[in-house]
């Protein structure tokens, strides 16, 4: 018997940092306020580009908010990357999710 095909397969689980921005309006923001998140989501994906701990994967506007959305396979080390870029986003009240581990645990920063 080959017991190469009993292992399990590895456990892969993909975790995330979702930062979500209050807007000055009930639908998109202002252009100002859409332009100064493109900024940051470019600043962001370079940045964690660099540090290889993930991916920033883009943003979502609508219903009053911008949501920013990034991937990689450790949330905090991805958040840290990110986290200076995130808070320089004058944009509030905000916060931002940390999915972590194969049960998706949440923990959320208030920026």
Known sequence: MDTLFDLPEPETTEQAVIARYRLSDD????????E???DAERAMATAVEEAGVGEVDGNEFGGGEAVLYAYGPDAEALFKVMEPILRRLSLR???????????????RVEL
């Open 36 to 38: 100064a998140v493109f």
């Open 27 to 34: 639908e998109y923001g202002s252009r100002a306020e859409r």
């Open 93 to 107: 009240p905000a916060h931002v999710l940390l999915r972590q581990g194969s049960r998706a645990t949440e923990s």
